[in-house]
C-alpha cells in the first residue's frame, strides 16, 4: 500500500511574497502600523466618550424625575 504524505508547512515563491508584502505595508516605510494604531486608540476614545455621555444622560434622566 503506498501512502502519499505532502507536507503541511512547504513555503513556495508566491507565499514568501505575500509574506514580505504584508510585513512591508505593516512595519515598512508606508508605516501602516503606525495609522493602525492611532486608529484603534482614536476608536477606544470615542467608545469612552460616548459611554460617558450615556451615563450623563441617565444621570440627567434621574434628576429630571425628581
Given at each position: 500500500m503506498y501512502l502519499f504524505i505532502a507536507p503541511l508547512f512547504?513555503?513556495?515563491?508566491?507565499?514568501?511574497?505575500?509574506?514580505?508584502?504584508?510585513?512591508?505595508?505593516?512595519?515598512?516605510?508606508?508605516g501602516l502600523g503606525k495609522k493602525l494604531g492611532n486608529l484603534v486608540k482614536g476608536t477606544g476614545k470615542g467608545v469612552k466618550e460616548f459611554k460617558k455621555a450615556l451615563e450623563e444622560g441617565d444621570e440627567n434622566e434621574e434628576k429630571e424625575e425628581n
Open positions: 512547504t513555503i513556495g515563491p508566491f507565499q514568501i511574497v505575500v509574506i514580505v508584502v504584508v510585513a512591508l505595508i505593516v512595519f515598512g516605510p508606508v
